[in-house]
């Protein structure tokens, strides 16, 4: 019965877990990313926990290590990260050369949806599909509890199909894509352009902030439910599992799903939009899980 180490590395907290074989947590440790000290100082403290973490459990195999952006896996270095200092570093065989173990590397999107799929809100179900809502707009598809990554590993990435041909601009380089109109980061422009001020897309829903400009919601319930509806149209997955920051907005679960229902190329959808059940744990569980299927 071998321990598994997983590694979540964000914006603002790196975390680490040990599990043994029935996902039962053994140690838990977060420290502060620090991104604003730059690539070597964030690998140091990586190492640093990781260590730790490698001796109190014993860990003989890979080291899971997710983290959001686009995953060069030829190279093991990032794309499209938002702590920039990563991007394009050998963070993978740097890990490797310094902890003297196999380190898994996997996007962040991919890691929750492994979760929720095994341990979380969809472990019912055979091929699912994991949302991260929030900052950004990612996602994951897991089909009997592994990943599927495509022959060029974007399986999954649904903030980046074209919502609306030749529209707003997106830091891909290309126009329309979901992400430029349902991430938070788009919704909180959205309302300062129209309210003036800038608020949390939370704040906004919970204190009905909307109502003073409801055309706000309706493009965004909209949206959201056009967006999904082409993924299903698609994909047909069992299930599908939100999770990211805006996961915790209940009108996604009721007015959210009846306009993705009502999108979709199916007169009776029976597809479940769920919920996430291990919240912002859920990427590190999946790192842990990474050395299983990899």
Known sequence: MANKLGIDLGGTKIEAIIINDQFQVLKRKRVPTLREEGYEAILGRISQLAKEMIAYGDIQGPVGLCTPGAIDFQSGTLKNSNTVCLIGQPIQKDL???VDLPVVLENDANCFALAEATLGAAKKHGVV???ILGTGCGGGIV????IHRGPNHIAGEW???VLYQGGRDCYCGNKGCTEAYISGTALESEWKSLSGKFDRVTDIID???YKDHPEWKTNFIHNFGLALAN???IFDPDAVVIGGGLSKLDLLYNEGKEAVYQSTFSD???TPILKN????SAGVFGAAMLGDIS
């Open 129 to 131: 599909f994991g949302v």
């Open 277 to 280: 059940q291990l919240g912002d």
């Open 231 to 233: 993924v299903l149209d």
């Open 143 to 146: 089909i009997n509890k592994n």
């Open 207 to 209: 204190n009905n902030l």
């Open 159 to 161: 903030g980046h199909h």
């Open 268 to 270: 009776k959808m029976v």
């Open 96 to 98: 490797e050369s310094i």
